[in-house]
Each structure stands twice: as structure tokens, then as C-alpha cells.
């Protein structure tokens, strides 16, 4: 190795030079040494694999600066580091395009060490180097894989995206006629129910019509959410509830009453299907306690409660009215069992007791595993 140092104490007992040069000639790992003492830091030596990597013949590189490996696409700030960190005298490595002799561009992965005396004085500078241009290949058609994937997927989620929407336009109109057909047969149970004689036949007729309204309601609630598939349940109680005050306002088919409605409500969004069946709960228990607890325009409250508990939902509906046992027997009322029925249905549990004074209704709902938020 011309030019290459030769003290015979940098290298143990029978390692000579001449071996140490043939085992770096023989490295299947492409090597350059340059000499920074020489005007413009020149290849003093290149071992096989550095000629086979490159194309060049050690008579065209012997003498010359490594930028005879640089073309057009060579990254120059890349460049820039490397000359400042030879000038600073630091190893240095990165990945730089260079270019074969037969104008081949090539992907050179280079770690570069400054090879010092015992001075500490820089006598050359060592490379050692790979071709990475398989890897730099892999990346290109790996992110141009991706790119196709993300491609697809944005494709894919913009297809998912419009049909959701267009099911949900589809649930919501569903729920828009559904609300006008059934305020049609409330208005039209009302009607029957003006023409009927005062009795039993126009009372039955009377909260049938109320009930449907509860319903008519509830699909209005849903045709106004964005998501079709949950419903937010404060809300909603918050409109029924209205809903019952006014109907048990001055002027009213049921006759005024002084007692006032409460609601205390976590924020909740249910399932949609648990919309209709929540809202004839609470239009029966708590349009029932404005009915019958508060004879003769007595004042008082009703207050509706909801929360969760666990995995359940807890709906609480009291009153400090006359109380379950005050009132007078009705042998052919049909909202007690209509409202156990429909816990039943939800495969929740109910109780009733008396509140002391009034009537305190507890019901508990489980709540499907994403039926919460």
C-alpha cells in the first residue's frame, strides 16, 4: 500500500504490512484511504471490492479526490457535512449517490475515520463502504407500496364514508316518517277521542294517543341526532319531559296541574333501540305521577332521575305526591303493566315503593358493552 504507515510496532509479532495489506485487499468490503497532507486529499489506496464497486482502474483513481464518484443527483448538503467534518477531523457516516464509471448511479453507504499517529497528528483518512443500492431500492418501492395503500384505503374509507352517510339519511328519513305517521294516528285517536262520550272508551282513547305521542316523539329526537345509531339521552328526556308539561298545563285534555317536572341527567348516549322504549317509560311513570299524585291542583314535584351505574343505566321517576296507596283503585288501568312490560323487554329490573311522603319508581337497564360514551 503506497504511502500506507509502516512502523513495525503498530502491528503484533509476524503481522506484517505486507499481511495486513493483503487481508485488506482480499476484504470482500469495498475500501478507500486518502491522504489529507496531499493537495486536495487524494485516493492513495483502493482495495479490489472498492474497484469493483466503482468501475475505476487504480491508475484512474490513485491521485484523485472521491468526487470523482459525484454526479448531478449527488446530494450536495450531504456533501457539505462530510468536507466539514474531514476538516474538523471527526469520523463521519451517511448514505450518498454516487456515480460508476460507466455513469451507473449507485447507492454508497460510507463510514470515513481519521487514521492518526501516536501524536495524535492526522496521517490519512480510512473508508470503509457498501453499495446500499438494494435497500435505497426496497424503500422506494416500499413507499411507493404505501403510497398505493393509502391510496386505496382513502378510496376505501371515502366509499365507507359516503354509504354510511347515505345510511344514515337513509335511518334518518325512516325515523322522519315514522314520527309524521305516528303524530297522524294521534291526531287521529284524538279526534275519536273529542267525539267520544265522557267515559272509560275516551279516556283508554285519550292515553293511547298520548302514548303514540311519546313515540312520534322519540323518532323526532332521532331524526334530529347526527349518529343514527346513539342518541343522547339527557336530551331527549329533557323534550319528553316538556312534552308532559305542557300537556298537563292550563287548558289541557287532562286537566291543570300545579305540581312541577325536574330532571337530573348525566350526559348519556344510548343505542337508538332503547329510544321508544325509554320514552313510553318515561312518558307513563312520570305523565302518571303528574295525573294522580296531585288531586285538585295540589302542588308538588316530580323529579326524573338517570345515571350510570357499572354497566347499567339507573332511572329513577318519584314524586312527593299522595303516594301508591292514597290514590283510588283503578281496575282497568293499563300503564303499570304496560311499564313493566316494557322493562321486561329490556331485561332490566324495576321497583316500587313509597317515598314518604309520594311514590319513588327505580328502574335498572343494562347497557350493551358500547352502549355508553
Known amino acids: 500500500m503506497t504511502g500506507f504507515p509502516t ?3 503498530a502491528f503484533p509479532p509476524g503481522f506484517t504490512v505486507e499481511v495486513f495489506a493483503a487481508a485488506f485487499e482480499a476484504s470482500p468490503t469495498p475500501m478507500v484511504v486518502t491522504d489529507p497532507r496531499r493537495d486536495d486529499n487524494p485516493i ?3 482495495n479490489g471490492a472498492f474497484l ?3 468501475g475505476y482502474g487504480r491508475d484512474e483513481l490513485y491521485g484523485h479526490n472521491c468526487r470523482r464518484l459525484q454526479g448531478p443527483a449527488t446530494d450536495r448538503t450531504t456533501l457539505n457535512r462530510l468536507r466539514e467534518a474531514i476538516g474538523q477531523g471527526r469520523a463521519f457516516e451517511c ?4 456515480y460508476r464509471k460507466d455513469g451507473t448511479p449507485f447507492w454508497n453507504g460510507m463510514t470515513v475515520n481519521p487514521v492518526r499517529d501516536a501524536a495524535g497528528e492526522i496521517l490519512y483518512f480510512f473508508s470503509a463502504q457498501a453499495d ?3 435497500k435505497h431500492r426496497l424503500e422506494a418501492a416500499m413507499r411507493d407500496a404505501n403510497g398505493a395503500l393509502e391510496r386505496e384505503v382513502g378510496e376505501r374509507t371515502a366509499d365507507l364514508r359516503f354509504a354510511l352517510e347515505q345510511k344514515t339519511a337513509l335511518l334518518h328519513e ?3 316518517r315514522v314520527k309524521n305517521n305516528l303524530q297522524v294516528i294521534s291526531s287521529l285517536m284524538l279526534l275519536k277521542a273529542r267525539r267520544t262520550p265522557q267515559g272509560e272508551a275516551r279516556d283508554a282513547l285519550q292515553a293511547m294517543a298520548d302514548r303514540i305521542g311519546a313515540l312520534s316523539t322519540a323518532h323526532r329526537m332521532l331524526y334530529q341526532e347526527g349518529d343514527a345509531a346513539r342518541f343522547e339521552f339527557r336530551e331527549f328526556a329533557d323534550d319528553l319531559i316538556a312534552d308532559l308539561a305542557a300537556a298537563h298545563g292550563p287548558g289541557s285534555a287532562h286537566g291543570p296541574c300545579a305540581a312541577r317536572v325536574e330532571s337530573e341527567m348525566e350526559p348519556l348516549a344510548l343505542p337508538a333501540a332503547m329510544a321508544a322504549p325509554l320514552a313510553l317509560l318515561l312518558h307513563e311513570l312520570a305523565g302518571n305521577a303528574l295525573r294522580h299524585a296531585f288531586p285538585r291542583e295540589r302542588a308538588g314535584r316530580v323529579r326524573v332521575s338517570a345515571r350510570r351505574s357499572g354497566e347499567s343505566l339507573e332511572l329513577a321517576i318519584e314524586d312527593d305526591g299522595i303516594g301508591l296507596t292514597a290514590g283510588p283503585p283503578n281496575p282497568t288501568g293499563f300503564g303499570r303493566m304496560l311499564v313493566e312490560m316494557v322493562v321486561r323487554q329490556l331485561r332490566g329490573t324495576i321497583a316500587w ?3 314518604e311522603p309520594g311514590t319513588r319508581v327505580a328502574i335498572r337497564v343494562p347497557l350493551p358493552a358500547d352502549g355508553l360514551r
Do not use: F, P, Q, R
Not at 448514505?95 to 454516487?98: W, Y
Open 7 to 9: 512502523e513495525a510496532t
Open 132 to 134: 446500499m443500492t438494494d
Open 353 to 355: 315503593s313509597e317515598a
Open 44 to 46: 492513495v489506496w483502493a
Open 174 to 176: 325512516v325515523d322522519h
Open 52 to 54: 469493483g464497486l466503482t
Open 95 to 98: 448514505e450518498l449517490l454516487n
